[in-house]
Every structure is written in C-alpha cells, then in structure tokens.
C-alpha cells in the first residue's frame, strides 16, 4: 500500500511525509498495518543496508483493521524486531526503549494516525526534537478521537458524526488535532438543536 494523501486541511492537521534514511546510532521504528511496507522501502532505500539493519530497533504491531504484516519485518533482519499485539501493549516496549536511547537516535513512524501519534507523543516527551522523528502514513485512516464534552478518548472511529463511547453524545469529528493527546476533537452535533442528527456515513476507512 503507498503513501496515503491527504487532501489539505486547517494547520492543526498533523502532514506526513516519506520515510528516508538518515545518519544514526540507533533506528528507531515503530509501524503498525500497512506500515510495515513503509518500512520495507525504507530499508531498502539504505546505501549501506546491512550497517542500517545492525541498528535498528522495529517494534510492531497489527493494524485497526487486522493486518498483520510482523513476519515481512522479521525477515528483513533487524538487530531488534518485537511484535506487540496492539498499540496499548506497544507503548511500554516503546517508554523502555527512550530511556536507554541517546542524542542522534533516528525515528520513523509509519502506519496508522492512532500509532504514529502516539509514538511522536511519547518520543517528543523525553526531549528529542521534532527533526528527528520522520511520519509516514500507510493503510487505515480511522481517527483516535477525544470528547471534548467528557473527554473520554474513542478509538478507531470510522463514521461521522459517531456516538461517544462514553458519554453517549453524537460527535462531530473535526480535522483539529491535539499533539498532547495524540487525538482529534469531536464536538456535540445536536448540542442546539437536541435529536437532530445527520446520517452518520463511514468517512475514514
């Protein structure tokens, strides 16, 4: 699957880009779904591969969606390869692994808007600069996407407007999106004008 485009948006609106190889003492990389194949290209876009891969550190896990792509990124041959079973579980290993890395340490993030977030979130608490945290999305666009009426946080919304997992309000999924919490905002649809609700259509997939 490639790079996904998305059509321009308010500048809250986190951009991606291509993943690319850069000088460093560890390769990072974290990827979900689709973005395994992202990964892929980037190594194989490496001047000299076999150094890269002595390097690199890739922790994984399946997509919203099902796709599992963790034996394509074993068998690339990385120094490190962890299989996480979902992004709850693959934040820690991701925590364990900032506290040991140093200044020169590369990232690249790659898959769904959900992992890539809240990858960046993390990476950028510890202090390493946003220049060194490269995004690529690939595969689901479904949104991780917070209340702001109770702020509970839905995960994997697909339709709009959807009804908050828990407090029940009929959402508008808006593009503003929170870096701090790694999710867009949802706003009350039916906050004036009570039971009026449009048709909810499936508008990330």
Known sequence: ??????????KSRPVYGVLAPRPGALHLIVADGDGAAAVTDLLAKASDRASMLASTHIIYTPGPDGTDRSADL???GAAQCYRAPTIPTLLPRLQRVLIDAHMGTQFYLAGTEG?????????????????????????STVRR?????????????????????????????????SRRLAAFQGVNIDAEDPGQIPQSVVKFK
Do not use: W
Not at 152 to 171: Q, R
């Open 1 to 10: 699957m490639t790079k996904t485009e998305f059509p321009p948006a308010i």
């Open 145 to 177: 996407v917070q209340c702001v009426h109770c702020k509970g946080i839905t995960e994997n919304v697909a339709t709009d407007p959807f009804k908050c997992s828990h407090c029940g309000l009929n959402l508008y999924v808006r593009d503003h999106y």
């Open 74 to 76: 074993a068998a690339l």
């Open 115 to 139: 992992l890539i977030g809240q990858a960046e979130r993390d990476i950028m608490a510890t202090g390493f600069p946003a220049t060194d945290i490269q995004k690529e999305h690939r595969g």
